[in-house]
């Protein structure tokens, strides 16, 4: 079933992480849009509910993976070749936080896992892409990396730095990529309620302190999975055609700034 009239008409996606959260959204986004998603999660009961999300869409495979394994994101990547017949569009999406662990705490393995997934991950996807693309002379690479990625405190050290390194894969694929039609881009998310960020959410809740999430914002809240997914399906369309290698924050302005009083509030 092919959808002729969406921003991504004809073209096909993979997205992992798509199991929650922000991956659901973007898949949602995508499907709206007329494209035909592979949505990819190592959850497999969080697949089957993107999946009665999207109306068991006809243009919507699922499949468990982990993003961080070579051999399971290249099976990923022949799966979508041989549904689709072709990969327009990479949204390397699967993170974990790792936890809250600091200098004193974080273990080498768990530094080494969060890279891993985070990391390592998305370079994977683009590798495994990246000749299929080129054979076709188009393409449009995504991944989250996180305003954690920007500046400090919005993260622990090893995840922050997980995500810089998502940055920097942006920028040197870009270059990697040259002149090959294929461009690649990174989104920083800020404070988004997902799975990922329920602790905080539910913490909150109890406390009753709901309200002051966000509060340093200039936005004055958190952010929604589905504004991300909508930079995201900016990235993944057309009417990004110049934007390459870039780091797009997503954060209401938080990164925008440096620490301040709030108004009213000092
Ligand atoms: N929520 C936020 O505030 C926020 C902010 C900045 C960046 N991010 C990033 O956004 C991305 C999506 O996270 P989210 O907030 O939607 O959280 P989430 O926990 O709701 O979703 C993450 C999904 O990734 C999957 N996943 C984790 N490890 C995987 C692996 N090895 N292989 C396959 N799938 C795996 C999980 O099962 C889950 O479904 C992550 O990269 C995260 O670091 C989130």
Redesign the pocket.
Known sequence: MTDTTGRLAGKSAIV?????????ASVLAFLREGAHVLA????SD?LGETAAAAGRSARLTTQV?????EAQVADLVALAQETFGGLDITYA?????GGTAGLGEITPQLFTEIL???TI?PFLLAQKAAPHMIARGRGSMIM?????ALRAN?GSPA?SAS?AGVVSLAQTLAYQLFGTGVRVNAV??????????KPIFDMARERGSEHKLGQINPSRR??E?SE?AEAALFLASDEASYVNGQALPVCGGLSAGHPFAVPGKA
Request: aromatic content about 4%; charged content about 20%.
């Open positions: 992992t992480g798509a199991g929650s959260g922000i991956g659901r990819s999660d190592r959850d969080g993976a982990d993003a961080g394994d999406n699967a993170g974990i936080s891993r997934i985070n991950g989250t990396a996180s305003v954690a919005a995840y995500k920083c998310p800020g404070l988004i309620e997902t799975g990922m960020t958190y952010g999975p991300i």
